[in-house]
């Protein structure tokens, strides 16, 4: 994964940042999509920022909630 600030939007419908998802994936016990999408209300509008197959948008999104999800929870185990 590319480096990004914590301030880094990865939901543009709801403005939610990297940091905010991070922070339910390590503080909130976030564990999957639907976990963070009620926590952070990313994911919750267009979708497309769940995955590089669900980006519909152009240009596409730099970074993907299924990419940071897979990324610190493997890192949790
Ligand atoms: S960009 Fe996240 S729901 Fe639309």
């Known amino acids: 994964m ?11 419908c709801n403005k939610v940042s990297l ?11 976030a564990k999957n999509l639907n976990e963070i999408s009620k926590l952070t209300d990313a994911t919750s509008s267009c979708g497309r920022c769940k995955s590089l197959q669900d980006d519909f948008g152009d240009p596409k999104l730099k970074l993907y909630v299924d990419e940071i999800l897979k990324k610190f929870v493997e890192l949790d185990k």
Do not use: K, L, R
Request: glycine residues 10%; negative net charge; proline residues 0%.
């Open 19 to 29: 940091g905010e998802i991070i922070y339910a994936i390590q503080e909130q016990g």
């Open 2 to 12: 590319a480096s990004f600030d914590y301030e880094h939007i990865v939901c543009e």
